[in-house]
């Protein structure tokens, strides 16, 4: 099994949901870990409850100055970086702004900016400050949490969906440029995971299709899970934490430039 002791991580938008889990299963192999999150107390409360005990810093990822001062304080906690995920995101904010389920001239310029800030720029931020880090490390893992939805048509949420294939189009360029320092940089593409996100989600859902009326968020969340995954059932958190862990340890020490999809076979659905 991949061990990460001595390793040190930083998990932006780590307070909950795919970031704790991400953040449990990296201390759970050794790693020390630093939490980053815009909910900064939760930040904390998660990373006490780590097996090494971790930090949580208030943060928001799409900010660079912010973010420069979370690397400073990992490295000035536990002597260096060695793992960055870039996980902070949001699917489902200013639903209205996003034109949820409207043509595409619904979507208002505040919600494709609210979209690339959130899901991309975040990325950018991370990956920028977290590079000299690992280079003074002599190597390290970048890991971008992209989406599914960066990897097929989204004509529902075109700004979230377009934001997620520019992480994965960045993890890319960026394992190439890296490959000579030893940086590997890679993506996990999830499916559908119950979240925060997705309650908000299914809510909408629940609203704008007649059958779901009287559904609960939960049991909508359910049924499109049912309806578009081949293996018939939901993503957990730690299915995302695994698969992180093992991209950030010496198992994957070749795997770099990939997006990997964790989605029960969703993606492999275009033709029935
Ligand atoms: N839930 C899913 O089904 C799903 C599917 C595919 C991809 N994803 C992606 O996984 C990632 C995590 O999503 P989740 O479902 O766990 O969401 P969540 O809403 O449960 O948790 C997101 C966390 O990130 C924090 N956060 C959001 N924006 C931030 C910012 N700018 N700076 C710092 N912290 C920030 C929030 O405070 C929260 O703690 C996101 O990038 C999301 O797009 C989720």
Redesign the pocket.
């Known amino acids: 099994m991949t061990t990460l002791k001595g390793k040190v991580a930083l998990v ?10 991400i953040a449990r299963c990296l201390a759970d192999q050794g790693a020390a870990v630093a939490i ?4 900064g107390a ?2 904390r409360e998660t990373a006490a409850s780590l097996a090494n005990g971790g930090i949580g810093v208030t ?5 660079e100055a ?1 973010m420069a001062d979370c690397v400073a304080q990992a490295v000035a906690k536990f002597g260096g970086l060695d793992i960055m995920v ?8 200013d639903l209205e702004s996003m034109g949820f389920g409207l043509p595409f001239t619904n979507v208002t310029e505040r919600g494709w900016d609210n979209q690339v ?3 991309l720029k ?1 990325t950018f931020c991370g990956c920028k400050v977290a590079i000299p880090a690992l280079k003074a490390r002599g190597g390290g893992a970048i890991i971008n ?5 960066g990897r097929m048509a989204m004509p529902s949420i075109p700004a ?1 969906a377009a934001a ?1 294939a520019g ?1 994965i189009s960045l993890t890319r360029s960026l394992a190439l440029e890296l490959g000579p320092d030893l940086i590997r940089v890679n993506a996990i ?10 309650e908000v989600l299914a809510n909408l859902i629940k609203g704008s299709v007649p059958d779901y009326a009287n559904l609960t968020p939960r049991e909508v969340f359910l049924d499109v899970v049912k309806k578009n995954t081949p293996m018939g059932r939901e ?1 957990m ?1 730690e299915d ?1 934490g695994h698969l992180a862990a093992f991209l950030a340890g010496s198992g994957a020490a070749n795997i770099t430039g990939q997006q990997i999809d964790v989605d029960g076979g969703i993606l492999l659905n275009v033709m029935r």
């Not at 932006?12 to 889990?21: N, P, V, W």
């Not at 943060?59 to 900010?63: F, G, L, S, Y």
């Not at 870039?86 to 904010?93: D, K, Q």
């Not at 949490?145 to 939805?149: G, K, R």
Request: charged letters at 15%.
């Open positions: 932006t938008g780590g307070a909950r949901g795919i970031g704790a889990a980053s999150d815009l909910d939760t930040a943060a928001d990822a799409a900010d912010q870039n996980n902070a995101g949001i699917g489902a904010n800030q959130a899901n975040t949490i992209a989406s599914i939805a979230y997620k992480v593409c999830p499916g559908f995971l119950w979240t925060k996100s997705w993503q958190p995302i």
